[in-house]
């Protein structure tokens, strides 16, 4: 019989999935009026929010150190680490721009999934500088469109990438990544893979307000996929950062991570209880935020995402913000684009 053929109606999970996701009430949606009451929003928001995510650590000593520094020319790269957190050393690259005195705007970056920070500021897969100007990847090296723009630059590596992985996940090849089990772990413990990448970010404006060359109210955040998830969620929860820049992420989750198959990071337990993307960009204004999909993106339909700028700008609207907040849809796949957006934060940063 026809209903019996896998895919059909009585089988289909999605469609089970979809149907309980229309029928759930958001307890945290968008219904300010005024900008008094969209604060207080915003507020009782982020709580649940973090809650969601599996809440933060007490701060402990950052212990903070060079590892090495070169001088390319275009721009002088350091390589740091920091304690994020008890048994948590984060990795990261420090770009400056030449003859970079105090005070710069500066962008913290996060890479997408792949090879780790590496793929974001020129580094090929056997270690060889990619020819200055000539953007690699997915991701375009966008940590050097950055720098190359004048703003000093922090990169870090996410956990579950690159050097931040498993022995499993390294003996596998430099592409893998240990997302999973690590994602799972955080699950079984209460926690997730998102509070735990948002975690080393909030460091990351830490480790920044340690710089002398940085200026502390001037420092945005920058991602592509999977960075753009951590850029988007640090933006969201800590208001220290001035400005967000959002590539190949900003959606629906229930047209992106609720539809289509993605990696078990991207998922917070209970968010649709509670909001969704449009929500959280909420959390972010009235400062500055720019999102951009790729008009083929295959896991962040762009539908989804021009109708989630569309609530979110609402957010905006009522804050008194219309301004700050910007979208650009390019003619291309799941990649970073930055067009519109380097002009947008260089307005705004």
């Known amino acids: 019989m026809k209903t019996l053929e896998p895919g059909t109606p009585d089988f289909d999970t999605l469609a089970f999935s979809l149907a309980r ?56 790269r350091e390589t740091v680490v920091f304690t994020s957190r008890p048994g948590v050393t984060v990795f990261a690259y420090f770009l400056l721009p030449p003859g970079a005195g105090r005070g710069l705007p500066c962008i913290l970056c996060f890479h997408g999934h792949g090879r780790g920070v590496d793929s974001c500021v020129g580094i090929g897969k056997k270690g060889e500088m990619r020819p200055w100007g000539k953007w690699g990847e997915y991701q375009h090296d966008f940590a050097l469109q950055c ?33 999973m089990p690590a994602a799972g772990a955080g699950l079984l413990l209460g926690e997730t893979m998102a509070a735990w990448r948002t975690w080393d970010a909030i460091r990351g404006v830490d480790y920044l307000r340690t710089r002398r060359e940085v200026d502390a109210a001037r420092v945005a955040v920058m991602g592509i996929s999977g960075g753009g998830m951590t850029a988007f969620l640090s933006a969201a929860v800590d208001e220290r950062i001035s400005a967000a820049m959002v590539s190949g992420y900003f959606n629906t989750f229930r047209d992106s ?16 209880l509670n909001a969704e993307m449009s929500d959280i960009a909420g959390l972010i204004a009235p400062r500055p935020l720019f999102v951009e999909s790729g008009a083929t993106d295959p896991i962040f339909p762009v539908q989804a995402a021009r109708a989630a700028f569309i609530e979110a700008r609402r957010i905006y609207t009522v804050l008194g913000a219309e301004g700050n907040i910007g979208i650009e849809v390019f003619n291309a796949g799941h990649r970073f684009w930055g067009k519109k957006a380097f002009p947008f934060l260089g307005e705004h940063l």
């Open 21 to 76: 996701a229309k029928n759930t009430k958001r307890a945290f949606a968008f219904h300010a009026g005024t900008r008094a009451s969209a604060l207080r929003w915003q507020k009782a928001l982020r709580e649940k929010l973090v809650g969601l995510m599996g809440g933060f650590p007490a701060r402990s000593p950052l212990a903070s150190r060079r590892v090495e520094r070169r001088d390319f020319g275009h721009y002088v």
């Open 147 to 179: 720098v190359s723009r004048g703003y000093a630059v922090l990169a870090i590596e996410q956990m579950g990438f690159g050097r931040r992985r498993d022995p499993a996940s390294v003996g596998r090849g430099a592409a893998d990544s240990s997302c």
């Open 257 to 272: 991570v609720l539809s289509i198959r993605h990696c078990i990071d991207n998922y917070i337990p209970g968010i649709l």
